[in-house]
């Protein structure tokens, strides 16, 4: 790979709506007619045995495949869902992405919204769990302060709060202003 690449990380805890956000911007960018690549993170560990906590290496063997493939056909910008924890975490990102220019977006939403959402979404035993996992997300995520920028994504329409991320992007994308 050669060149610049933007890459907008998309993180947060569990439940503050990162996947949605991330097919909002889908929409947004396709109708804008920009060449971008889009990738929920969590998606590319799904396997078994897991390769390390959380099945990173696993995630990072195939998010550098898939980015490769949306270099080749023409990606300008990459959009990439998943919680990032620490500096580690995004160092993962730099060893798949060379030349990238990464901002990492911390979504955030109430406590109890979040909580509604996971309530709606997970149905079997890993509930608990991600009920849990949000509280605790919240904490690391705050100590950690790796975030380029926050976003509100609690009682918003999806389209707006894809319209204030891109503006906080920085990036010169046509139309792109709400």
Not at 62 to 67: E, P, Q, S
Not at 78 to 88: C, Q, R
Not at 100 to 110: K, P, S, V
Request: aromatic share 6%.
């Amino acid at each position: 790979m050669s060149g610049h690449i933007p890459v907008l990380a998309i993180s947060g805890p569990v439940g503050v709506g990162k996947t949605s956000v991330l097919i909002e911007l889908h929409d947004v960018l396709s109708n804008l007619q920009v060449p971008h690549g889009c990738v929920e993170r969590d998606a590319l560990g799904y396997s078994w045995p897991e390769s390390g906590p959380f099945n990173e290496r696993m995630i990072e063997r195939n998010l550098a495949r898939v980015v490769s493939n949306f270099i080749d056909a023409g990606a300008a910008y990459l959009l990439i869902a998943g919680v990032i924890e620490n500096s580690e975490h995004l160092s993962s990102y730099s060893r798949c992405i060379p030349n990238a220019h990464i901002q990492i977006c911390r979504l955030t939403a109430d406590l109890e919204i979040r909580r509604e959402r996971l309530r709606s979404r997970e149905k079997g035993a890993g509930l608990n769990w991600h009920l849990n996992r949000t509280v605790e997300l919240d904490g690391i995520l705050d100590k950690a302060k790796i975030e380029d920028f926050t976003v509100d994504n609690g009682d918003r329409r999806l389209r707006d709060v894809a319209f204030e991320v891109l503006d906080r992007t920085g990036w010169q994308i046509p139309g792109s202003v709400a």
